[in-house]
T-cell receptor, first 114, second 115 residues
Framework: GDSVTQMEGPVTLSEEAFLTINCTYTATGYPSLFWYVQYPGEGLQLLLKATKADDKGSNKGFEATYRKETTSFHLEKGSVQVSDSAVYFC?????????????FGSGTKLNVKP | DAGVIQSPRHEVTEMGQEVTLRCKPISGHDYLFWYRQTMMRGLELLIYFNNNVPIDDSGMPEDRFSAKMPNASFSTLKIQPSEPRDSAVYFC?????????????FGNGTRLTVT
């Protein structure tokens, strides 16, 4: 079945460091891919998305490229800030008949130290 | 836009009691989802509605759980009787139906503790 695997955390970085959070997926066909961010005590917020192969989603300095050949959607940011500390979830939306099925990874906690 | 609104934010109850969680989706969104988040199992889809009609409830853990959507602006998730293993954060989310790629919009969740 469809699924998402993302790197386990926590990830601890110093401010201005480069960030990569790995995400790979399993799906038949061409799913839509998403990154969500969850700050403490809040719900998940959409960070970025990509809907077809080679698309690059970007927002607030974060980027992710939909790689069909490697079934990956890795999240990157060139220079993290303390305010980026949160839990990041990779997700896919099934391309099949039940397009309301969203599958989430287990989440990766990011801690950014000043 | 006020976003998805859930209440209460926190609920503490004793085992055996009935618990009702509430959700107001974003106006105009056709789909409403209930998710449960735990450390062990991550985010699990419990049920979702389209135009107030339940479409897929295969994620509802057992008969103790029930969900309703009496109108486009309100939904409830009820647990009766509650058990300690139901302790989790419950999220409501909505999405608009007009766009195939529209994302989920989540509320801030209800943290349920059953003692």
């Amino acid at each position: 079945g469809d699924s998402v695997t993302q790197m386990e955390g926590p990830v601890t970085l110093s401010e201005e460091a480069f960030l990569t959070i790995n995400c790979t997926y399993t799906a038949t066909g061409y799913p839509s891919l998403f990154w969500y961010v969850q700050y403490p005590g809040e719900g998940l917020q959409l960070l970025l998305k990509a809907t077809k192969a080679d698309d690059k989603g970007s927002n607030k300095g974060f980027e992710a490229t939909y790689r069909k050949e490697t079934t990956s959607f890795h999240l990157e940011k060139g220079s993290v800030q303390v305010s980026d500390s949160a839990v990041y979830f990779c997700a896919l939306r099934s391309p099949g008949g039940n397009f309301n099925k969203f599958y989430f990874g287990s989440g990766t906690k990011l801690n950014v130290k000043p | 836009d006020a976003g998805v609104i859930q209440s209460p934010r926190h609920e503490v109850t004793e085992m055996g009691q009935e618990v009702t969680l509430r959700c107001k989706p974003i106006s105009g969104h056709d789909y409403l989802f209930w998710y449960r988040q735990t450390m062990m199992r991550g985010l699990e889809l419990l049920i979702y509605f389209n135009n107030n009609v339940p479409i897929d409830d295969s994620g509802m853990p057992e008969d103790r759980f029930s969900a309703k959507m009496p109108n486009a602006s309100f939904s409830t998730l009820k647990i009766q009787p509650s058990e300690p293993r139901d302790s989790a954060v419950y999220f409501c989310a909505s999405r608009e139906g007009g766009s195939y790629n529209s994302p989920l919009h989540f509320g801030n969740g209800t943290r349920l503790t059953v003692t």
